[in-house]
């Protein structure tokens, strides 16, 4: 578990000078109205496609695979608007890790954490159901403004990058528990505490059962939500969050915990998972991260990519 950012003088040697001054720049950026960030980061969003070509490539196919009956000048658009969310999201993450808590609690509303500390207060855990939408850094940084919790995370291969991620999530997170460290969330769970879980990402055929999925019939999902929730006795709520349509805030809406869940399959549990991440992607469809191969791994090893 990481509770700390840990600083180094090897973080200041002179091969990582150049993302420091960017890293510099970049903070500069969050001073700005939230308006003009959102006006920027459309237009890094339009300018980034013609240099993002394979991109470009994985979310038209994810479009086109998940919404068949979409007509294709409308997911065209999507597509664009979808590249302009994504160029915005860059400024959603800087924000997320560097505005102060006044300027966060300026620009949010919560809806739902009633639910959060019911179940708290019934000594349960919460996993908080989530997809990766793009603005998923801000969901955390407002969430911790009424109830820190414990973030699930993949540690960054590049160092200063660790360290900038660690300790923007640790400004309203309690810890960081690598995304394969079962135990130590089970304990988190138990303490009890909230944690963030997402099943909406390929994770790979070792440990994936091939559901439907949008227009998809077969893919690859983790079933990882159900043994989390039996080990850890906690209950699971669907959390979304978005950025609102006029770019001047972020909305975080906490659901009910689920009734009957985990049930006694953890099939059926996946398939009852994929239906609330289909209803959570649904609700802001320009605001997903569609730019994930999300059916790389097919049913057979044999079976041809759906990205070619």
């Not at 590249?83 to 809806?111: H, L, P, V, Y």
């Not at 059926?268 to 320009?286: F, K, P, Y």
């Amino acid at each position: 578990m990481v509770e700390k950012a840990q600083f180094s003088k090897q973080l200041l040697h002179p091969k990582y000078w150049l993302l420091w001054v960017g890293v510099g720049l970049t903070h500069l950026l969050t001073m700005l109205p939230m308006k003009w960030q959102m006006r920027l980061g459309a237009l890094f969003g339009r300018m980034a496609m013609p240099f993002a070509k394979s991109r470009v490539h994985t979310a038209r196919r994810n479009l086109a695979l998940c919404f068949p009956q979409m007509p294709e000048a409308e997911r065209e658009q999507l597509l664009k608007r979808n590249f302009e969310e994504t160029g915005k999201a860059i400024f959603d993450t800087i924000n997320a890790w560097w505005w102060s808590d006044s300027r966060i609690q300026n620009n949010m509303t919560i809806k739902g954490q009633e639910y959060v500390q019911q179940t708290l207060d019934a000594g349960q855990g919460v996993i908080l159901f989530a997809v990766h939408c793009l603005p998923l850094e801000m969901g955390a940084r407002i969430f911790g403004q009424f109830n820190p919790g414990v973030g699930v995370y993949r540690p960054h291969n590049h160092p200063v990058m660790e360290y900038l991620q660690v300790k923007g999530r640790l400004r309203s997170n309690k810890a960081l528990i690598p995304k394969r460290d079962l135990r130590q969330m089970v304990r988190s769970l138990r303490a009890p505490n909230v944690i963030w879980y997402t099943a909406d990402q390929d994770f790979g055929r070792s440990s994936a059962i091939f559901i439907p999925f949008f227009a998809v019939p077969e893919a690859a999902t983790i079933t990882g939500g159900t043994t989390l929730a039996k080990l850890g006795k906690a209950k699971v709520l669907p959390f979304f969050v978005e950025r609102n349509a006029d770019d001047n805030g972020y909305t975080i809406e906490i659901e009910p915990p689920l009734d009957n869940y985990p049930g006694e399959n953890e099939e059926a549990d996946a398939i009852r998972g994929n239906h609330i991440i289909e209803g959570l992607i649904s609700r802001n469809m320009t605001q997903y991260m569609w730019l994930h191969r999300r059916f790389k791994t097919r049913p057979e090893k044999s079976d041809p990519s759906l990205y070619k």
